[in-house]
Each structure stands twice: as C-alpha cells, then as structure tokens.
C-alpha cells in the first residue's frame, strides 16, 4: 500500500508538473507575469517565493495550475485561494498591464496555453522513444489460431505479423487486442505480412463477457480467437522517435475514440477512473519493472493532454476557445463574460472529478 502510493504520488506529481512547466516557461518567455505556480489545488500547503513567483504544493492532490497575471480565470483560481467574488473582482480590474496576460499579442497567449498539452505530448513521444530503445520494439506476430475461430475463418495464420487493425496502424500485442475488443459482431480488417506479402482479411469478432476491473461489470468485447506473441528488438535513436511518435498518436488516438464511445454510449461512463484507479495502475505497473511503469505514465500524459484540450472553460481547451472567438470577432469577450464562463466550467470540472473519485470508490467496495 505504501509503495502503491508513493508511486501514485510520483505519476501524478511528474505528469502535473511537466504540464504546468510548459505553461510556466512559455509565459515567462513571452514577458506574462505569473504570480503563482501550483501542483495541486485549493489552499496552500507549502511554499516558497522567488523571482515574482510563489511556488506551493496545494492541498487537493487533483491537478494544477499556472496562475499568469491578467487572465480571466486568474480571478476564479484566487477565490479558491480564498480571494473575493471573482465577477466582481473583474469588473474593477484596470486595463492589461506590461506583464499581463491580456496585454500580449494573440500569438503569445495561444502560444502561453497551448504549451502545457504539448509539454505532456512530447513527454509521451519521450517515453515511448526511450522504452523502444531501453527494453526493446515490440512487434505483434500471431502465435496460435484457434481451429474454427473467426481468425482461421478469415485466413490468418500464426507467424503472421500484425500490422494494422480496424484501419489504426499497431504496435504491439495490446493494441491489438484493444482494437479487436472494441468491435464485438462487426466486420474489421486486418491487414498482416506474411513472407514479405501485405495481406489483408476480414474477420468479425465473436461477442464474449468479460468482467471489467473499470466498473465492476460484464462488459461486452470482441474476440477472435488468436494468441499473439511479440518479437523485436532495440530501436536506435532515429527509429526510436519515430516510434514514439507513432505510439504517442495511437493513444491520442485511443483517448479520443473513448470519449466519442462515452457519448455515443458504447462505453460506460462507469469506465471513468479517478486518482484511486491511477493509484492501483500505477502500483501493478511499479511491480512488472521500470518500463511498463514509463509506458503508463506516458499512457497517462496523453490522457492529460487530451482531456486539458477539452473546450471547457477554465481547461486549456477553453482558453483556447476564448482566443479562438476573439480572432474572429476581433475582439475579446469582455473580462466578466470570461470569469462566468470559467466559474462554470470549473463547477463542472470538480463535478467531474467527483464522479471520478465516487466511480472508484464503488469499483472497490464492489469487490
């Protein structure tokens, strides 16, 4: 238990503050003032001040923030802080000062926003990079077909070499069987390379129960009857960015079709997780060895960054949408306008975080 948070305590620590050191450097190199670096939300825990910046650990252990002079949602971050009305704080703000957030050009403030997701992006191709480099490039080739299953049906044979599943490029056995779960009854392509020859086959998986550790449940997934092994070797440091990227796109990828898939209602919204289930991932991960531990880190950056992308006031998404309006209207929305929109979207953040946190609380106490 211990070891498994500690663990948590290092995922989430690295990951937050990679996110908001991207922030933290852009704003600094485009002259905005930045009052306040945080990992963690709510009061004070600790701190110190240098250079204009007070640096704190925070006593919610749910995320972080950039506080940079002049920015709407300034106003919102310091009533959590215990500040005053932040509507009303806005409508008696002077002007954008020299060091303000909303005296600088659009540029910079896109540049300002934008530079946490990327900073946890590039974490991502990073990690992956040095896994294929450190433990090795893992290739999915199939082992065994199940005699009469939908993968002898459709012609696949072992020592085939997956290359591609659904029209997604993959790269190791578990994307594999992401891909292949996530189509029970329907009809995917499969494209192999078998003795130098791209092949493509069409197999429909067969509908199969499987308890999901996410919500406690049966969930229905996709089977075709294949066991995959996985062949390869070290990648040099050329390749080894290439595959991070690729991998870092996979996932992006992955995070965006579950977020589609929960409002089409093909995925549950139990299958939401929150700091405990990071806590029990992280802690598996640490025990199977250092690089399985990066790999859900990395896993775990893609998340952040695509889920900060979200066009929600007070997320990066919805600062860029705010920056988004201004160039084409040509003008800001007004500064009131800014910090309601915010107030909003960080009720529904922190209703959000709730319905995380309840759904692992359930997941446990329905073991």
Known sequence: MIVTILVTILVLGVLIFVHELGHFAAAKSVGIDVPRFSIG????????RRGGTEYVLSWIPLGGYVRMAGMADEEVTSTLEGGGDPVETAGRRPGPGPGDFDGKPL????????????MNWLFAVVAFAAIAMGRGVFEPRIAEVAPG?????AGLRSE???LRVDGTAVHDPAQVTMRIERRPG?????????????LTFVATPETVEQYSDLTGESRTVGRIGISIGADGGRA???????RGWSDAAYWGGAVVQFLADLVTGRSSAREVGGPILIGEISGRAARAGFWELLSFMAIISINLAVFNLLPIPVLDGGHLLFLGIEAVRGRALSVQARVRFTTVGMVFVLALMVWAVGNDVLRVLLR
Do not use: Q, T
């Not at 040099?236 to 290439?242: F, V």
């Open 107 to 118: 540029w910079a403030r896109v540049f300002a926003i934008s530079a946490g997701v990327i």
């Open 186 to 198: 329907e009809s995917i392509d499969i494209v192999v390379e078998r003795e130098g020859e791209r």
């Open 160 to 162: 085939d070499l997956i």
């Open 236 to 242: 040099g440091p050329i390749a080894a960015l290439g």
């Open 149 to 153: 299953s939908p993968a002898a049906e």
């Open 41 to 48: 939300l709510g009061p004070k825990m600790v701190g110190f």
